[in-house]
């Protein structure tokens, strides 16, 4: 697997001075902080929960109740039951982009860019697009 941090360091610092200004938001549903519990364990309440409330206070991320999205019919080959929230909220809350670095989201962008318009890219790719 590819580690965008060695390769693409100069992206990354752009994608995080993009962010820090705001220029993009992070959606935060109770579907994506119920994967991230399972996903992290422990480490949750430690390092990710205190991170999600620092950027939701510092308007960094937006809070959507889940159940105010609009729910299509949502069909991908190849989509890990684990990390549904991530997608699917992204797909209802109707965002450009889902920036990631995991391989198994980033395949299923052949999918979702041509029915959703939600492009999966990494962060370097985002920079380049929207940078």
Partial sequence: ???DEE???????AFRVAFRA??????VT????SEYQADAGALFAIQLQPTLNN?????????TDETMLPRLPVSLAGLPREHRA???DAIAGDAEYLVTDRRRWLNLSA???PTYGLKIVTPARFV???G
Wanted: avoid cysteine.
């Fill in 7 to 13: 390769i693409f360091r100069d992206e990354l610092a």
């Fill in 22 to 27: 705001r220029r993009f938001k992070i959606l």
């Fill in 128 to 130: 380049e697009l929207e």
């Fill in 86 to 88: 991530f997608v699917l």
């Fill in 1 to 3: 697997m590819v580690n």
């Fill in 55 to 63: 950027h939701l206070r510092r308007g960094r991320a937006i809070y």
């Fill in 111 to 113: 999918q979702t860019e």
């Fill in 30 to 33: 109770e579907g994506i902080i």
